[in-house]
């Protein structure tokens, strides 16, 4: 069974990748509660009705890999509430001539998991998007900007503003 992947080439360098990364709050979440730049820091949010969770950062090296480790975790829309508990999250860089390419691997995340279709959809738009807009514009989407959209399904607003 294969863990998600989703890749992106970033028009910056490694350095400016990785130091975007670490500012969590401004590509994934703007709740999020707690430090996000060193081995042994934790952090988390949650959003009111639909997701919890709680991080540890188990690796830090600069300009090159950021790995988190779940610790807790709670979706309001899936029956099994083990999903995501110990997954690793690994975000890997790697120069490619003047830009760098980011690799994001939710080791853990399997298409068995009931949010896999939500979640794969949302870490795309995440890695993709958010996090891609943030280095290159010096503006991400971080959830809390989702919630502007109540029309709009999660899953939905996610595949609607991701890349083929």
């Known amino acids: ?23 969590t709050r401004s590509w994934w979440n703007e709740a999020i509660e707690g430090a996000t730049s060193h081995r042994g820091d934790e952090f988390g949010f949650e959003v ?29 829309f899936i029956e099994d509430q083990t999903e995501w508990l110990g997954n690793r999250m690994v975000f890997e860089l790697e120069p490619a ?22 979640c794969s959809s949302a870490w ?4 993709r998007d958010s996090l891609r807009n943030l280095i290159e514009k010096g503006k991400g989407n971080p959830e809390s900007a989702t919630a502007d959209k109540p029309d709009v399904p999660r899953d939905e607003f996610f595949k609607a503003d991701s890349p083929a």
Request: aromatic share 12%; hydrophobic share 40%; proline share 4%.
């Open 1 to 23: 069974m294969s863990d998600f992947t989703t890749t992106a080439t970033i028009d910056r360098t490694p350095a400016e990748v990785f130091a975007a990364i670490l500012d």
């Open 48 to 76: 009111h009705g639909l997701h919890r969770t709680r991080i540890r950062v188990t690796d830090v090296i600069p300009d090159e890999r950021v790995e988190w480790l779940v610790l807790e975790n709670a979706f309001e």
């Open 124 to 127: 795309t738009f995440f890695i």
């Open 97 to 118: 001539g003047d830009a760098c390419t980011l690799s994001f691997t939710q080791f853990g995340l399997v298409p068995d998991y009931e949010c896999y279709e939500v």
